[in-house]
């Protein structure tokens, strides 16, 4: 099991920037999938975007491409969560996820794949 710790939300104007940040424990994250999940009140948890941290492959949903970037440093065992152009729709709690195993297809983009999680963070967008 891993552990996930994320941080950087809080509260920013329509428009502005938010980078979240999701620090690991563990020794090695070769055979890793990460992910970012977020879950506005009322709705389902969604994806948002994710990235095989052997070889950086990245996926992202609809509404944040373009927009959002995912990234992750190797050496602080960190992934990331560049958010630009914030929407008030954007709005939820962001979960760090991840599974030791390299996600194909579906399973990418699938929050049920995933068997360890953060316990999230804030993300409000005013307008």
């Known amino acids: 099991q891993v552990q996930l710790v994320e941080s950087g939300g809080g509260l920013v104007q329509a428009g502005g920037s938010l980078r979240l940040s999701c620090a690991a424990s563990g020794r090695t994250f070769t055979s890793y999938t990460m992910g970012w999940f977020r879950q506005a009140p009322g709705k389902e948890r969604e994806f948002v975007a994710a990235i095989v941290w052997s070889g950086g492959s990245t996926y992202y949903a609809d509404p944040v491409k373009g927009r959002f970037t995912i990234t992750r440093d190797n050496a602080k065992k960190t992934m990331y969560l560049q958010m630009n152009s914030l929407k008030p729709e954007d709005t939820a709690v962001y979960y760090c996820?991840?599974?030791?195993?390299?996600?194909?297809?579906?399973?990418?983009?699938?929050?049920?794949?995933?068997?360890?999680w953060g316990q999230g963070t804030q993300v409000t967008v005013s307008s």
């Open positions: 996820a991840a599974r030791r195993d390299i996600c194909s297809g579906y399973t990418c983009y699938d929050a049920s794949w995933y068997n360890n």
